[in-house]
């Protein structure tokens, strides 16, 4: 199976900050990687698909890139509502497999 | 707009069997596969499977190979997760998530959007 880490796990950030979050695979998945955003109690929502391309009404500050192994979530202007969980998820193989997670916060 | 709609909340004792149901809206039932994903609390999120509504056939992640169970019911379009052999780490929420996705000329890409609100299942003594 494929693995996948995120780094850092957990970030403090304040609100206009640019944010940059890391998702590594364990081995070439091209670009099968999509991001999503979860909020306490609430479902993952969909940001990236395809490493790169925005999901419909998502925010432009969300951009992703990367391919192969390395791949990388960025905000660019941190807004309140940003504040949540995001995890990548490898669509290269079954199983699907997300990364643990990073947790974005308020400095 | 296309919509997952859960079943509710539920409490079962070690050893027993959980379903649980997906109703999909706003979109042609059998023309998605359906994921089960599942979250223990404070944890991440955890692929169970998927279930092809049209045909039925089913991809079960190995950790829960004999003890999950897909199926759907394409004339009300709902499709259901059953879990049996209860343990006290089975108790999570579980999601259900359509997979969307689109083919180019070279490849084919898929993720999971939308999901459903989550149903927590609960398993203690």
Same mark, same amino acid.
């Given at each position: 199976?494929?693995?996948m880490?995120q780094s850092?796990? %957990?970030?403090?950030?304040?609100?206009g900050?640019?944010v940059?979050?890391?998702?590594?695979?364990?081995q070439? &998945?091209?670009?099968?990687?999509?991001?999503?955003?979860?909020?306490?109690?609430?479902?993952?929502?969909?940001?990236?698909?395809?490493?790169?391309?925005?999901?419909?009404?998502?925010?432009?500050?969300? %951009?992703? %890139?990367?391919?192969?192994?390395?791949?990388?979530?960025?905000?660019?202007?941190?807004?309140?509502?940003?504040?949540?969980?995001?995890y990548?998820?490898?669509?290269?193989?079954?199983?699907?497999?997300?990364?643990?997670?990073?947790?974005?916060? &308020?400095? | 707009?296309?919509?997952?709609?859960?079943?509710? $909340?539920?409490?079962?004792?070690?050893?027993?069997?959980?379903?649980?149901?997906?109703?999909?809206?706003?979109?042609?039932?059998?023309?998605?596969?359906m994921? #089960?994903?599942?979250? $223990?609390?404070?944890?991440?999120?955890?692929?169970m499977? #998927?279930?092809?509504?049209?045909?039925?056939?089913?991809?079960?992640?190995?950790?829960?190979?004999?003890?999950?169970?897909?199926?759907? +019911?394409?004339?009300?379009?709902?499709?259901?997760?059953?879990?049996?052999?209860?343990?006290? +780490? +089975?108790?999570?929420?579980?999601?259900?998530?359509?997979?969307?996705?689109?083919?180019?000329?070279?490849?084919?890409h +898929? #993720?999971?959007?939308? #999901?459903?609100?989550?149903?927590?299942?609960?398993?203690?003594?």
């Amino acid at each position: 199976d494929i693995q996948m880490t995120q780094s850092p796990s %957990s970030l403090s950030a304040s609100v206009g900050d640019r944010v940059t979050i890391t998702c590594r695979a364990s081995q070439s &998945i091209s670009s099968y990687l999509n991001w999503y955003q979860q909020k306490p109690g609430k479902a993952p929502k969909l940001l990236i698909y395809a490493a790169s391309s925005l999901q419909s009404g998502v925010p432009s500050r969300f %951009s992703g %890139s990367g391919s192969g192994t390395d791949f990388t979530l960025t905000i660019s202007s941190l807004q309140p509502e940003d504040f949540a969980t995001y995890y990548c998820q490898q669509s290269y193989s079954t199983p699907r497999v997300f990364g643990p997670g990073t947790k974005v916060d &308020i400095k | 707009q296309v919509q997952l709609v859960q079943s509710g $909340a539920e409490v079962k004792k070690p050893g027993a069997s959980v379903k649980v149901s997906c109703k999909a809206s706003g979109y042609t039932f059998t023309g998605y596969y359906m994921h #089960w994903v599942r979250q $223990a609390p404070g944890q991440g999120l955890e692929w169970m499977g #998927w279930i092809n509504p049209n045909s039925g056939g089913t991809n079960y992640a190995q950790k829960f190979q004999g003890r999950v169970t897909m199926t759907r +019911d394409t004339s009300i379009s709902t499709a259901y997760m059953e879990l049996s052999r209860l343990r006290s +780490d +089975d108790t999570a929420v579980y999601y259900c998530a359509r997979e969307g996705g689109y083919c180019s000329s070279t490849s084919c890409h +898929d #993720w999971f959007d939308p #999901w459903g609100q989550g149903t927590l299942v609960t398993v203690s003594s």
